[in-house]
């Protein structure tokens, strides 16, 4: 990463609108000719560095050079362990078997080593030698979910990691990654919190990579990576920089994560009787507070950055929106699915996720690989209550819910398997209430076109 070359960010012009993705990174003699979707994702295979470049200098930080670690991995004797969901999952209330392994990895370079734990929930079976894919969940508390019991139940694999283990959640640049990659005062040295979480969801790939996969019987190039919220961010900025992601599923992950920039909702009224939202006696729900940028740079969450981003006057004056970060995972084995709520989740600006989701729609479909980037708002019409139990509290659909998991393993069952016994219409996944007529927004109206059937 060269700081060098970058203008400075005040110096950067305001840009209103969304930033022209071809403007940013098509060379000029792509932009003179039709090219096919093999010559245009051939291109993009070929300049896409020069984004990563970009958010990692502006943005994120960089993800260090990995070549001079050394990672070994610890796996404690199984125990079987009968599971059962509540009937939000398909097989709720049904008792099932499955295997739970705690483990350790352990990550070494010439600047320092640390380990952290991690909680594999298997199959109570498994066919040896017939690899299995595997659900990877950034973890609040650090245990496993009932998300990763019913991805047991699916058949898959499931490893919960605890982010706060790779790297403390505050401002003093402390965890295992920072013991290895000290933070310093040049921008090649500045790898922000939701960077170094990233490089944690590497090291599971890396211990499946050298091993640990083989035993278990888990495909490690057949993998999920979830996190929600702040997670969430990590989760998009992990998918975009690391290619052995196959399906990457940032939830409710606002702003710095898959919310655009530029598509403030506050105070617009939207009509969720679509979705199943009805409360005080109305479907109609009105955005409150969208997260602003000078609360991502505050003392609370500036950390989860680097420096330089620091020097933005405005968010317009970022050369990048979010539709570059999720062009990022365009690939022909690779897969985003973006997850958020409606009711309750106005800070993290479900619009303008749905807008990051139209803008790199575009680009996706000029490749060939349409069916490559999914979105799915849930409704879970709880009303916010101070109650934290399960899916309720102040913001009852800031989560990976029951339904989003059906329609995500369904997606895979079907994309990465070739299962097509699945339950779930995947067409729910190219679209959401936000692109009904009612509350069209004429922003969208450029990728309009996007929502229509394609003409053979």
Known sequence: M???????????PVIENLPSFWDAWLPPEAKEKMLTPAELAACWNRHKDIIRDMYAYYMYGPMPDTSGETLTYELDTPAITEVILDDSYPCGGLPFRVRKINGTIHVSNEEGQGS???????????????????????????????????????????????????????????GIFYRLYPYGWEPDTQ?????????????????????????????????ILSGVSRYGKATAVAG?????????????????GMASFRF????????????????????????SQNEPLHVLLSPAERHWFNDTVLKFPSAQQFPFDQHFLAALMAS?????????????????????????????????????????INIHIHEN??????????????????AVLAEDMVYLLDYCDYHLLGRKDISSDLSDLKTCAFFEEVNWDSRFDPYKYLLQPQVP
């Open 264 to 287: 403030p909702s506050q105070g617009i009224t939207y009509d969720l009787s679509s979705v199943g939202y009805f409360q005080n006696g109305s479907s109609m729900y009105t955005m």
């Open 381 to 398: 019409n709880v009303e916010p209550s101070a109650d934290f139990g399960i899916r309720r509290g102040p913001c009852p659909n800031h």
């Open 116 to 174: 952290f734990p991690i909680i594999l929930t298997l199959p109570e079976e498994i066919t040896p030698g017939v690899g299995i894919p595997i659900y990877s969940e950034m973890s609040w508390m650090g245990g496993s979910s009932p998300n990763a019991d019913y991805a047991a139940f699916r058949g898959y694999a499931a490893v919960s990691w605890k982010p706060g283990d790779i790297a403390n959640d505050n401002q003093n640049r402390d």
């Open 2 to 12: 060269n700081g060098q070359k970058y203008t400075p960010p005040y110096n950067l």
């Open 191 to 223: 790898t922000g919190v939701l960077m170094a979480w990233s490089w944690g969801a590497g090291k599971i790939l890396d211990a499946l990579e050298q091993g640990m996969g083989r035993e278990l019987s888990i495909d490690s190039t057949l993998n």
């Open 332 to 372: 022909e084995n690779r897969h985003l699915f973006i997850v958020a709520g409606h009711n309750g989740e106005d800070w993290t600006n479900p619009p303008a996720m749905a807008y990051t989701y139209l803008a790199a729609r575009e680009i996706y479909r000029r490749m060939g690989l349409e069916d490559h």
């Open 240 to 256: 975009a920089f690391d290619e052995r992601i196959t399906v990457a599923v940032p939830a409710c992950s606002g702003a710095g």
